[in-house]
């Protein structure tokens, strides 16, 4: 069974940056395309950011494009979230997982989810 541990999450103000970072591990594999989602309150989970398993290729939702970017060690199973210009509408509790290859922005999950990090961007 994969496990997740994402970290980095806290609290933020606006137009300020955080860097969440994913530890991957579990079965033997080949280190996927992998995304982070997020998941608000009262809303559902959404896939944000994702990159290719050669880690050459990214993709992102509009609401972060130019202000978030993702990236991916293949040595040490890790994905990263570098957030910058935050705004009040990105709190949210992030998670990272497994993304279908051909579509970075379709969810293709383990089955499993970490415990997820919460970012709190106020004022």
């Known amino acids: 069974q994969v496990q997740l541990v994402e970290s980095g999450g806290g609290l933020v103000q606006p137009g300020g940056s955080l860097r969440l970072s994913c530890a991957v591990s579990?079965?033997?594999?080949?280190?996927?395309?992998m995304g982070w989602y997020r998941q608000a309150p009262g809303k559902q989970r959404e896939l944000i950011a994702g990159?290719?398993?050669?880690?050459?290729?990214?993709d992102y939702a509009d609401s972060v494009k130019g202000r978030f970017t993702i990236s991916k060690d293949n040595a040490k199973n890790t994905v990263d979230l570098q957030m910058n210009s935050l705004k009040v509408e990105d709190t949210a509790v992030y998670y990272c997982?497994?993304?279908?290859?051909?579509?970075?922005?379709?969810?293709?999950?383990?089955?499993?989810w970490g415990q997820g990090t919460q970012v709190t961007v106020s004022s």
């Open positions: 997982n497994r993304v279908r290859g051909a579509s970075l922005l379709v969810p293709n999950d383990f089955g499993s």
């Open positions: 579990g079965s033997t594999f080949s280190f996927p395309a």
């Open positions: 990159i290719s398993a050669s880690g050459r290729t990214t």
